[in-house]
């Protein structure tokens, strides 16, 4: 076993996913406000914008989300889960069918977005660096991915399958020499495509990557907030003012006279 093998398929591993852990928490816990997926979805104006990106999200999403979920299955189950249900014949030619549907359904999303992200001068002005590497590293693992249906098409035994699942449960159960052997018979474009997806763990807490592991359970709590549409102006209610008391005001006390002033202190006197 060559040490390049091992240092790419035995060690990477878990720098990749220590990388991950470590920046995802480091970036939630001192930069939450950029915990964010940046859509752009606000600059499509048009009624055909709007549709364009409904459709392009949609077929990304939807395929991204089953791609994963077969990788998940596939690369974890053991043999003796599922050999009971279908064989590993069978089993290759299914991820071969559904993957390559769901693999094209996302390519095709993933292109408009791309084409979109490109071409519109305002999502494109308002689009980062990373936003665009994101984009591309999915285009090429997704490409990648879909050159190994080809490329399993020369052998549907099953046997380059098993390998890759020999080497994600051995690198789950932290055996990283055993994953390393594991893998090191399988084709360049098998091992590509295992690289590349590792590295995207590389980049998912430095880019909008986040995304994928938020919810918006934080909302629940929140409180309402008003939101006006443009143009409708609300009726507001004037609260009931009450008129201000008016102030007393005093009668000024006259100064007493000098004459009455000495009659009475004579009066006093007698």
């Not at 690198?171 to 590509?192: N, R």
């Not at 997806?197 to 909302?219: D, E, K, N, Q």
């Not at 009931?240 to 006279?257: D, H, I, M, T, Y």
């Amino acid at each position: 076993m060559s040490n390049i093998n091992l240092l790419a398929f035995g060690v990477y591993p878990y720098v990749a996913l220590a990388i991950c852990i470590i920046g995802s928490w480091a970036r939630f816990d001192l930069s939450q406000y950029s915990w964010k997926a940046g859509s752009s979805q606000i600059f499509a104006r048009s009624a055909s914008e709007q549709r364009y990106m409904r459709i392009a999200s949609n077929l990304f999403h939807v395929g991204v989300l089953f791609v994963l979920a077969g990788h998940f299955v596939g690369l974890l189950m053991p043999e003796a889960l599922y050999h009971s249900v279908i064989s590993t014949q069978n089993k290759q030619l299914l991820a071969m069918v559904s993957g390559g549907f769901f693999g094209i359904l996302c390519l095709i999303g993933l292109l408009m977005l791309l084409k979109r992200r490109i071409g519109d001068p305002r999502v494109r002005a308002s689009s980062s660096t990373s936003d665009l590497l994101v984009l591309v590293v999915l285009l090429v693992q997704l490409v990648l991915g879909l050159l190994t249906i080809v490329a399993s098409t020369s052998h549907m035994d099953g046997s380059v399958m098993v390998m890759l699942a020999n080497w994600a449960q051995y690198t789950v159960t932290l055996q990283p020499m055993a994953a390393a052997a594991a893998i090191e018979p399988v084709g360049l474009v098998y091992k590509l495509h295992v690289f590349l997806g590792l590295s995207l763990f590389v980049l998912f807490p430095f880019t909008r990557l986040v995304h994928i592991i938020s919810a918006p359970v934080w909302y629940l709590g929140r409180r309402y907030q008003i939101v006006r549409q443009k143009g409708v102006h609300p009726v507001v209610q004037r609260p009931q003012v009450r008129p201000l008391a008016q102030p007393v005001r005093e009668k000024p006390v006259k100064a007493p006279q000098p004459g009455y002033a000495m009659g009475a202190a004579k009066a006093k006197e007698r």
